[in-house]
């Protein structure tokens, strides 16, 4: 599989506890986005890396959050001390830095409980 | 603060009938993209439009863009049920694909 790839597809879990969330991107693409989209609504951009350095974060991204990408290959998402407000679809994407855009993976759809 | 707009949000259209969903954004941008995502899936490209007057097609959907009165369309030809889908578009006013997503067109096509 080519494709954007990320793991796990589910997370349940209780408020208070932290989650990590993993981004394996298009191999050959050299930026890496995560979004979140929440019920009914467009996806929200978090925060983006080229190679592995982390260019730009939204003010979305609170201090419980951290993302890191550490060998410019794939990519981790952290929440940390989980809230209710974060039930969403986490998506990750891949594209090189000139090209046809970004492609998706599947996401990973958080519950917190 | 760059805003998507698209409307109509929610859409039932019977088999066969042409319509036609609008993306209106608020900031100067020449890049805009179209995506379809099936529920609880995740996103898949349907158009990449890259200039103004760009026009797509593919199968039944052809997407326009016009960055002068920033819109884009998207245009369904005779609809059929495989289509129903909720329609996103995106704007990438920097470069970066760092995309602002409008919100969503959610097409249900009746047999």
């Known amino acids: 599989d080519t494709g954007v790839s990320q793991d796990p597809r589910h997370k349940i879990t209780k408020r208070g506890q932290n989650v990590t969330f993993r981004c394996d991107p298009i191999s050959e693409h050299n930026r890496l986005y995560w979004y979140r989209q929440t019920l009914g609504q467009g996806p929200e951009f978090l925060t983006y890396?080229?190679?592995?350095?982390?260019?730009?974060k939204s003010r979305l991204l609170s201090d419980r959050f951290s993302a890191e990408r550490p060998k410019g290959s794939f990519s981790t998402l952290e929440i940390q001390r989980t809230e209710q407000g974060d039930s969403a679809m986490y998506l990750c994407?891949?594209?090189?830095?000139?090209?046809?855009?970004?492609?998706f993976g599947q996401g990973t759809r958080l519950t917190v409980v | 603060e760059l805003k998507v707009e698209q409307n109509p949000l929610f859409l039932s259209m019977q088999e066969g009938k042409n319509y036609t969903i609008y993306c209106n954004y608020s900031t100067t941008s020449d890049r805009l993209y179209w995506y379809r995502q099936d529920p609880g899936k995740s996103l898949e490209s349907l158009f990449v439009l890259l200039s103004n007057g760009a026009v797509k097609q593919e199968g039944r959907l052809m997407a326009s863009l016009d960055t002068k009165a920033r819109l884009s369309t998207l245009h369904i030809t005779a609809a059929v049920h495989d289509l129903s889908a909720t329609y996103f578009c995106?704007?990438?006013?920097?470069?970066?694909?760092?995309?602002?997503f409008g919100t969503g067109t959610r097409l249900k096509v009746l047999a």
């Open positions: 994407a891949s594209s090189f830095s000139r090209g046809p855009g970004a492609f």
């Open positions: 995106a704007v990438d006013t920097s470069g970066t694909y760092k995309y602002i």
């Open positions: 890396f080229q190679n592995e350095a982390q260019l730009e």
